[in-house]
């Protein structure tokens, strides 16, 4: 007996029972349109978030000197000093994960251009920056590496603090300003990013040459941080391994010392934002799932009440040659292309109802491949595992006694 | 007809000593008590007996369903006893054709398709070779003209002929058939065994279980049985004709 006779035979079992079939069909339709259509809602949600929080910066990865604790006193968070330029060379000759890395020192304070003055953050950083945060220079020109070489008096300024310090409307380019006495000179201006989705206003900064910062500003030696960018966001751990395994060696820490060190990564909010998006995801595809599981159950039924039904046909198949396993794969093909079939209009069904919900509702909708494929797995699987039992017990009868049932 | 050459021709079947026990509840049920004799090609046989005589356990033994609990059962030179149920239904594929007494075609099929069946778990066969053997075997029962008839849309007589046509399509070494003519009027039994005279003319082995001992006039030798054992087994030297039998039969109208 081939594998073609066999498909055959139940596609002929089940167009004698078209209806019976279409409505066994039914669970499994509107179990898998509903699993998909659920997590299209879900993911969809999901990658709304996720949007948001990448125009925070790409992969973004933040890098801070430990809390120390003296006399028994936890210090403020990156009170530690042990962040040094060192570090920054080695990690940047020494990656192979990261994309992108900017030394981070950072003031804050008033920042004062002829009779205006206004509260800001100057941040010290190298030019590598603008990538990793997604900022972009709209005017002027981004500080070169030899004005870091020279901590150069230059800045480049977001925004929020041009609306602040250039009421009438000046051109900032070339303006200088004053921050802690010290003039900067404005060399570029930044495209404005608005606010995050946390509510921080993105354009209320000035960008200056780290080294300018450090020399000039804060009279440090050390970082108070590194900024970077993993190539892939699936990277991001791989390159966490490894700065933390750079850094741990530079600290020259023993195996049983902590780090002293944070690393945190912008995956890492991200999770925390989306973890709630995450369940409402995993409850609504486990109401769906129960629905393909009760579909699966009714397949079962149906194919329970065939076996019985047929238990005539059965002893007249294995009468004239029939093997049991004949049997057995006859009715699991049964339920396999029921379930299949069924599987296949549920697929489209819920692909044509996530779009409706977007199309009606305006909900985000993500529909990912692998829950697409996971579903259609899902219920060929169904097929096997509701169909074996009833098959098995078709397989298993007597002929004797089957062909003469009542 | 040809009992005279029976010596010259080719054993079928051969039983030895064949006993059959089931075990109900705590009794054991002696269903054969040894039973032997052979069957050579070409007979048409009747084994009857009432019903408790063991006629059922010796058809399911002889149609290879059953096994024997002792003795040796050879099926065209092939011992049966020790073989496997995947041997066993592979051999009823090959050497049985079965005539069950309820017809047993499959609901809403065509001819043509039912009388296919068997070759289905023959994988020698191609669909060609299946369809033309199929249609050859309805052809040979006489419903040539029905061969896209559904079993539903048949009446008695013509799904016994379908049977009929199944049992034949695979050529085998002997037919089966179980109270053939139980569920069907005079007439058409008288048809039907007309249909098994031919079959029988054309040199094929036919075993009919059955109560009824007017059977017997048409057939070539009867097997009695009677408690599990063979009580009598004799030649018919005066065959009667099916046909004829049928041609006195008064007409039906519609």
């Not at chain 1, 079939?21 to 499994?28: D, E, P, R, V």
């Amino acid at each position: 007996m081939n594998g073609t006779n066999l498909i055959k035979i139940a596609l002929r079992a089940l167009a004698n029972n078209k209806l019976r079939g279409f409505l066994t069909m039914l669970g499994i339709i509107i179990g898998v349109a509903s699993v998909i259509t659920m997590l299209a809602i879900g993911q969809g949600s999901k990658k709304s978030i996720q949007e948001q929080i990448s125009e925070m910066g790409s992969n973004m990865i933040m890098i801070q000197p430990g809390a120390d604790i003296r006399g028994g006193v936890r210090q403020d968070a990156s009170a530690m000093e042990t962040l040094k330029l060192q570090d920054y060379k080695d990690i940047v000759n020494e990656t192979r994960y990261l994309a992108a890395i900017s030394p981070s020192v950072n003031s804050s304070g008033q920042i004062i251009y002829s009779s205006n003055n206004a509260p800001t953050t100057v941040y010290g950083i190298s030019s590598e920056y603008l990538e990793i945060r997604r900022y972009k220079i709209e005017e002027g020109d981004m500080f070169s590496e030899q004005d870091i070489q020279s901590a150069a008096k230059v800045c480049v300024v977001g925004k929020t603090v041009i609306d602040n310090l250039f009421k009438n409307g000046e051109n900032p380019i070339g303006k200088v300003i004053r921050f802690n006495k010290i003039p900067f000179r404005i060399i570029g201006t930044l495209e404005s990013k608005g606010y995050n989705s946390m509510g921080m206003d993105q354009d209320d900064l000035i960008l200056a040459p780290y080294t300018t910062i450090q020399k000039r500003v804060l009279a440090i030696t050390h970082l108070q941080g590194l900024t970077c960018s993993a190539t892939k966001e699936e990277y991001t751990d791989l390159a966490i391994d490894e700065i933390s395994e750079i850094l741990r060696r530079n600290h020259k820490l023993k195996q049983t010392d902590d780090d002293d060190f944070t690393i945190r990564s912008q995956q890492e909010l991200s999770s925390m934002l989306t973890s709630t998006t995450d369940l409402m995801t995993v409850l609504l595809a486990a109401v769906a799932g129960i629905s393909l599981l009760v579909g699966g159950i009714g397949i079962m039924n149906i194919m329970y009440v065939s076996v019985t039904e047929r238990t005539r046909e059965i002893g007249l198949r294995m009468s004239i040659g029939a093997k049991g396993r004949d049997i057995l794969a006859q009715f699991l093909i049964e339920s396999v292309l029921i379930s299949v079939t069924g599987g296949l209009i549920g697929v489209l069904l819920g692909i044509g109802a996530s779009l409706l919900v977007n199309g009606i509702a305006r909900f985000p909708i993500y529909i990912q491949p692998w829950s697409v494929f996971l579903s259609f797995a899902v219920c060929t699987l169904t097929g096997i595992f509701f169909g074996w039992y009833p098959a098995k017990k078709a397989a298993q009868l007597d002929p004797i006694e089957a062909i003469r049932y009542e | 007809m040809n009992q005279a050459f029976i010596t010259d021709k080719r054993e079928i079947i051969r039983l030895e000593g064949i006993t059959r026990n089931f075990q109900v509840g705590e009794e054991v049920v002696h269903a054969l008590r040894g039973v032997s004799f052979a069957i050579n090609e070409g007979e048409f046989v009747t084994i009857m007996g009432s019903s408790g005589s063991g006629k059922s356990t010796l058809l399911n033994t002889l149609g290879c369903l059953d096994t024997p609990s002792e003795g040796e059962y050879f099926l065209d030179g092939i011992p049966v006893r020790t073989m496997g149920k995947n041997a066993r239904a592979t051999l009823r594929n090959r050497k049985i054709g079965f005539v069950f007494q309820s017809y047993n075609l499959l609901p809403k099929t065509t001819a043509i398709e039912n009388v296919e069946l068997p070759l289905m778990y023959n994988s020698a066969y191609s669909a060609t070779e299946r369809r033309k053997k199929a249609i050859e075997s309805l052809i040979a029962v006489g419903l040539g003209d029905r061969l896209n008839h559904k079993s539903n849309q048949m009446s008695g007589g013509q799904m016994q002929r379908v049977a009929i046509a199944r049992a034949l399509v695979n050529s085998p070494a002997v037919i089966l058939a179980d109270e053939a003519t139980g569920n069907l009027d005079t007439r058409t039994s008288s048809e039907i065994l007309v249909l098994f005279q031919k079959l029988h003319a054309e040199g094929r082995t036919i075993i009919f279980v059955t109560h009824n001992p007017e059977i017997s006039h048409y057939t070539s030798r009867n097997i009695q049985l009677k408690d599990g054992r063979v009580i009598n087994d004799t030649y018919n030297n005066n065959i009667l004709s099916a046909a004829e039998a049928l041609a006195k039969l008064p007409k039906n109208d519609d």
